[in-house]
């Protein structure tokens, strides 16, 4: 779920700011698992497979993003938001094996300033944004916004999944 990690963060952080500090942590922890995941995978499939996990457009401007820019590249991925797909990039590094040591430590030390720059945010203004989640109006966006998303996913993997005519 995309920004589903930094939603639970800052919510979380609002809520118990004294304990604040872990959530980010936490948060690192289950990124650096999926994306080492996600980078075992790239590294299994390798870059002449690639194509069927992640569409080829994609592919090659990570790939030019990624020779031109380096350990940069890596980091600037790490805390950019939706819809850069991090997921395509992460796969891409395993397919052409970067070293998973500078890997990890640039991916984990970005995710960990990510998520606590949100949880510091949600420390400071938590009473305001606890109040303002608490709006009923917000809840029933929310509410209507799954539904819906629910609904097309639904829709997407009936059309996906039922038989092609010819």
Do not use: N
Request: glycine share 10%.
């Amino acid at each position: 779920m995309p920004l589903g990690l930094d939603t639970l963060v800052v919510v979380l952080a609002a809520s118990y700011s004294e304990i604040f500090w872990i959530f980010p942590l936490l948060a690192t922890a289950v990124s650096l698992g999926g994306a080492a995941l996600a980078y075992w995978m790239g590294r299994a499939a390798g870059y002449e497979r690639l194509p069927r996990l992640v569409p080829a457009r994609h592919l090659e401007r990570v790939k030019r993003h990624l020779g031109a820019a380096g350990a940069g590249a890596l980091g600037t991925a790490a805390v950019m938001p939706p819809p850069f797909p991090l997921t395509a990039f992460v796969l891409l590094c395993g397919a052409l094996d970067i070293d998973r040591r500078r890997f990890f430590a640039v991916f984990g030390l970005m995710r960990l300033i990510r998520f606590s720059t949100g949880a510091l945010l949600a420390r400071h203004y938590g009473a305001a944004l606890l109040q303002m989640i608490d709006a009923d109006g917000l809840r029933t966006a929310a509410t209507v916004l799954t539904t819906v998303t629910a609904m097309a996913l639904g829709v997407i993997l009936w059309r996906r999944t039922r038989p092609q005519l010819a």
